[in-house]
C-alpha cells in the first residue's frame, strides 16, 4: 500500500509505525450541490494511476473527480481487479474506527472520517484523498451482488473506478466486534457527494428534484433498463452528480453511483420488463408516498414482488441454484436487501419517458 503524502506518524514500541488519519487533520467537510460539481476527467487506461490507499493530502489545487464513464471505462472490470496476495489484518480502534494492517504497516482510520456504512459495508475516506476504502464484512451474497453490479454498470454508467482488492485475514473484527475474516477491503476512487447530502434541503423548500438530475437520472437507467437491468436501491446514500463530461449530449450533469451492489439482473428473455420494474421504484404514486417511511418501502418491496418471476436468481445468488435470494418482497434473508427511498421522497422523477421505451 503507497501513499502520496503521508500524516504525521503515531510511533508505537510494540508495532510498527502507524498513520494516524484524525478530524483535525482531515479537512472540513464540504457540500457540493450538483450545479458546482468538479467535472469529471477521463484518464486514459494505460495511464492509470497505481493502486493505493490515500491518508489525507494537501491538494495542489481543486479536487478533480475521475470516474469510470460510459464508453471509456476506467481501469478493468471488477472480476479481473486481482485481490492482493498478501490479507489485511483488520481491527476495532479506540474511536470507533479501523486500523488495517498489511505487511507491517497500518493505517489507523478515525470514526471521524466514515463516510458512510451499510448493513455489510463502511467506508473510510478524508476529503482531499483521491482514494477511499470499502471495508466490507463475510457476505458471500452481497459480494456477488457488488460484483454483478460493478460488472452490470460499468460501460453503461458512471461508478468509481475500483483499484485494488485484500482479502480480511483471520481474526479480524469490524466496529461492534463483528467478525470480518473472508470480508474484504476494496481501494475505489473518490466519487461525489452523495445526493442525500441535498436531499433534505431540496425537500424542504420545494424545489424538488429538479429538471437537470432527472435529465441525467432519466439517461443513466435507461442504459441499464435496455440491458435488462434495474437500479434498484434507489436512495440518496447511493448515488450523486457531476457535471457533465460530454459536452455532445445537451445534459448538464452524469448520474454516478456509488453503491456497486444496487443492480437487479432480469432473465434475457424478460429484459424488456425492466423499464417497468424502474417505473414502479420512480413513480410509485402518492397513496404511498402519504405512509410513514418505512411502512411506504414495505408497501413498495411488496409491490415490486410482482417482478419475481422475471429475475434472474441464479445470478443475483452468484450461480447458487439454493441461493437464499428469493424475491423482491419482504421476506428477510430470502429478500434483496433495498431501500427505494428516492421515488417515495420526491414525486417529480419520471418527466419525459425512458429511453428507447
Known sequence: MAEDARPTARIRPEQ??????????????????PEAAPTARLPAPDNAPAARIDPPAA???????RLAQPDQPFGPPAGKVPFDPDPVQVRTNDTGGVDMTHNG???????ANEIGRGSTAAVYGSDTGANVLKVSKNDPIAQNLDVLGREAM?????IPGLKRQYRIGDGSTLPGDVPAAGGKVSVLERGPEPFSKIADGLKDTGEGFGA??????????GRMNRDGYVVLDLKGDNFGFVNSANQTTGRSLDFVALDEGMVLKFKPEFADYAAKAQKVLLDPGNAIRALPEQAAVMDLR???????????????NGGRADGPLQTLGNAGANGVPYTPTLGL??????GPPLPGR
Open 16 to 33: 510498527a509505525p502507524t498513520a494516524r488519519i484524525t478530524p483535525e487533520t482531515a479537512p472540513t467537510a464540504r457540500i457540493t450541490p
Open 345 to 350: 421522497r420526491f414525486d417529480d422523477l419520471t
Open 302 to 316: 411488496d409491490r415490486m414482488s410482482m417482478f419475481d418471476r422475471f429475475v434472474d436468481w441464479g445470478a443475483m
Open 105 to 111: 504497516r497500518t493505517i489507523s482510520i478515525d470514526r
Open 154 to 158: 460499468e460501460g453503461r454508467i458512471a
Open 212 to 221: 437537470a438530475r432527472r435529465a441525467a437520472l432519466t439517461e443513466a437507467l
Open 59 to 65: 491538494p495542489d489545487g481543486p479536487e478533480t473527480v
